[in-house]
C-alpha cells in the first residue's frame, strides 16, 4: 500500500492564531481514516490545506506523491472533498451542477457516471430540480455527488452528516464503505464519534492544532477505553471490598466497574455470589470512543 | 480545456438565466438615455458633422457594452464568494489562465449581447450603421475584455455587495459616463480634455465610434493600442492574484 496523503510538519497561524502547530501524519492508500477533534482543533484548517483552499505557513501536503502548492491541478484532480458548508449555486438543476463539476475536472461526457452517483445518493428523482428547491439533505447530498463526479481516488469528508437524516446517513455510510472497498482513501471528520468508531480504520484526534492521539480505532479503544459494567444492588448492600477497586463511577442508580475484557464479568460474578450480593439489574457497555475522545482530550 | 470551457459556458448560462436582468433591462436604459436626450439635443447639437442622436447611439453601445461587462464577472463572483459556492471553483485542478479567461470571455459576450440589443432598437432614431465594423468589434471586445477583467479584480475585493456597488458607482460608472458617451472632448474646455486623455473609457468610446463614422477625437490605431496596453496590465494584474489566490484563498 502506498502513501495516499502525507502531511509533514503542516503550520498554519492566521496573524497571531496558531490553527494548526506542526501536524504530521500519513494516511495509507485504502484507508478509512477518522481526524476527530473539538471544535476549534484544526480539522477543517487542516481539510483546506489539503484541498489547497488555505496555504500552509510552513510544512509541505501531498496527495499521492503530488504536492498540493507546487503541484496543485495534479494533486486537486486526486481529491474529492465534501465541503462542510452547505453551499450550492442557485442558478442550475442537480444535473448541471454534477456536469459542470465534472467538466471542471476535465471530464466532458460523464452522464453514466453522474447517473450512478444519482442512483446511489436516491438523488435521480431530483437530477432536473433546480438547487433552490431542494431541502438541506437533498443539498448535502448533492455536495457529495459533486465531490464524486471525477472518481477521485481520495476522498475528504468534512462533518458530511452534520444535520442530515437517518437515511441519508445511512445511505452515505453505504456508498463510502462501497468506495472504500473499490480502494479510494476516504478521509472522515465528524462530531458522530460512533460513526468514526464503526466506520473508520485508523483514527488522529486533533487538539489545539496538534495531534494528540493517532492509532488504529481497535488500539485507541483498548488503551483509552473499556468495558463498563452497571450494577444495580438490592438497598443497602455494597460491593465487596475486592471488587470496589473496579468501581468507577455511579450511572442511573447504578454502581459502575470498569472491565479490562469481557471474560472478567465472570469473576465479578462470582465474587458476588460469594459475597451473598444478589443483582437486580446489570448492563454492559462494551469500550466506545466518547470514552477515548474525553480521556485524550482532558489529557 | 475542458475546464474553460465548461466555466465559460456556466458564466454564460447564469447570465442567461437572468436575461430580463441581464440584457434586457440595460437596453431599455440606454433607450431611455435616448428618448430623452435625442428629444432635448438632437435639434441644437451636431458632432464631427453627425447628428447628436447619431452620434449617441454608438457611445450608448459602448456604454452598455463595458458596464455590462464589468458587472458579469464581478457579480459572478461576489455572489459565489457570499454564498460560499466559489468552492466549486477553487477545488478543481482549473489553472489561473482559464479561471481568468472564462469570466473575461463570458464578460465580452455578455457585453456585445447587451449591445446588440441596444443597437437593436436605438437604430430606428438615426443612422448609425458601422462604417468599419472590424474597428468597432475591435474597441468592443477588447474594451468589455478591460471591463470584465476589472470585474474579476472587483468580485475578489469585495466582501459585500455594496463594496462592489462602490467599485462600481465611484469608479467604473464615472470612467464611462465621463469618457464622451454623450458629448465629444472637443466641447470640453482644455484642463477637462487633458484629464479625458487620462481615462481609458475614452479611448475605447472614441474608437468604437470611429467605427460608425469614420471621425473620432483620437486616431484609431492609438486609441486600440492604449486600450490593448490596458488589457495587458489589467489582464496581468489579475493573473498575478490569482496565482497568489489574493482573497480567494487563505
Known amino acids: 500500500m502506498g502513501i495516499a496523503v502525507s502531511i509533514s510538519g503542516v503550520i498554519k497561524r492566521y496573524g497571531a492564531l496558531e490553527a494548526l502547530a506542526g501536524v504530521s501524519l500519513e494516511i495509507a492508500e485504502g484507508e478509512f481514516f477518522g481526524l476527530l477533534g473539538p471544535n476549534g482543533a484544526g480539522k477543517t484548517t487542516l481539510i483546506s490545506c489539503l484541498a489547497g483552499l488555505s496555504r500552509p505557513t510552513a510544512g509541505s501536503i501531498r496527495v499521492l506523491g503530488h504536492d498540493v502548492g507546487r503541484d496543485y491541478r495534479a494533486a486537486r484532480r486526486l481529491l474529492g472533498v465534501v465541503p462542510q458548508e452547505l453551499v450550492f449555486d442557485p442558478f442550475f438543476t442537480v444535473r448541471e451542477c454534477l456536469r459542470f463539476q465534472s467538466g471542471y475536472y476535465g471530464i466532458a461526457g460523464n452522464d453514466d457516471w453522474i447517473d450512478e452517483i444519482l442512483a446511489n445518493l436516491d438523488l435521480t428523482a431530483k437530477a432536473d430540480t433546480n438547487m433552490r428547491r431542494l431541502s438541506g439533505g437533498m443539498k448535502r447530498r448533492v455536495l457529495v455527488a459533486q465531490a464524486l463526479v471525477h472518481k477521485p481516488p481520495v476522498i475528504v469528508l468534512d462533518e458530511p452528516t452534520a444535520g442530515v437524516d437517518v437515511e441519508l446517513r445511512q445511505g452515505l455510510w453505504q456508498f463510502m464503505r462501497r468506495l472504500n472497498g473499490e480502494g479510494h482513501t476516504i478521509i472522515l471528520t465528524t462530531h458522530y464519534l460512533e460513526e468514526a468508531e464503526t466506520l473508520c480504520g485508523r483514527i488522529a484526534l486533533l487538539k489545539a492544532g496538534r495531534v494528540v492521539a493517532l492509532d488504529s480505532t481497535a488500539s485507541l479503544l483498548a488503551r483509552f477505553s473499556a468495558h463498563a459494567l452497571a450494577l444495580k444492588l438490592p438497598a443497602g448492600r455494597v460491593l465487596p471490598p475486592e471488587l470496589s477497586e473496579l468501581a468507577c463511577g455511579e450511572r442511573d442508580g447504578m454502581q459502575l466497574l470498569r472491565l479490562e475484557n469481557f471474560a472478567a464479568v465472570e469473576g465479578v460474578l462470582a465474587r458476588l455470589r460469594e459475597s451473598g450480593v444478589q443483582i437486580e439489574d446489570m448492563r454492559l457497555s462494551p469500550p466506545d470512543l466518547e470514552e477515548v475522545f474525553v480521556k485524550v482530550m482532558s489529557q | ?250
Not at chain 2, 456556466?10 to 436575461?19: G, Y
Open chain 2, 1 to 250: 480545456m475542458i475546464g474553460f470551457l465548461t466555466l465559460l459556458r456556466k458564466e454564460l448560462l447564469r447570465f442567461w438565466r437572468v436575461v430580463f436582468q441581464t440584457v434586457a433591462a440595460p437596453v431599455l436604459t440606454a433607450l431611455l438615455y435616448l428618448l430623452i436626450f435625442a428629444h432635448v439635443l438632437d435639434a441644437h447639437v451636431a458632432v464631427h458633422g453627425v447628428r447628436y442622436t447619431a452620434f449617441l447611439i454608438p457611445g450608448l453601445v459602448m456604454m452598455q457594452v463595458l458596464q455590462n461587462a464589468f458587472a458579469n464577472s464581478s457579480s459572478s463572483l461576489i455572489q459565489s464568494r457570499v454564498t460560499g459556492s466559489i468552492v466549486f471553483l477553487l477545488l478543481p485542478p482549473i489553472s489561473y489562465g482559464a479561471f481568468w479567461g472564462a469570466f473575461v470571455l463570458a464578460s465580452v459576450i455578455r457585453g456585445l449581447v447587451v449591445g446588440i440589443g441596444v443597437l437593436a432598437v436605438t437604430i430606428w432614431f438615426a443612422p448609425a450603421w458601422p462604417a468599419h465594423p472590424l474597428w468597432a468589434l475591435a474597441f468592443a471586445m477588447l474594451g468589455g475584455a478591460v471591463l470584465g477583467t476589472l470585474g474579476v479584480i472587483g468580485g475578489m475585493w469585495a466582501e459585500k455587495f455594496d463594496q462592489l456597488a462602490a467599485f462600481q458607482n465611484f469608479l467604473i460608472m464615472p470612467l464611462t459616463m465621463l469618457s464622451g458617451v454623450f458629448y465629444s472632448i472637443h466641447s470640453l474646455p482644455p484642463f477637462w480634455q487633458a484629464v479625458s486623455h487620462y481615462n481609458p473609457v475614452f479611448y475605447m468610446i472614441d474608437g468604437f465610434r470611429y467605427g460608425f463614422f469614420g471621425v473620432s477625437d483620437v486616431a484609431p490605431e492609438r486609441g486600440l493600442a492604449i486600450v490593448a496596453a490596458c488589457f495587458v496590465l489589467a489582464g496581468g494584474l489579475t493573473l498575478c492574484l490569482l496565482k497568489q489566490g489574493w482573497k480567494l484563498r487563505t
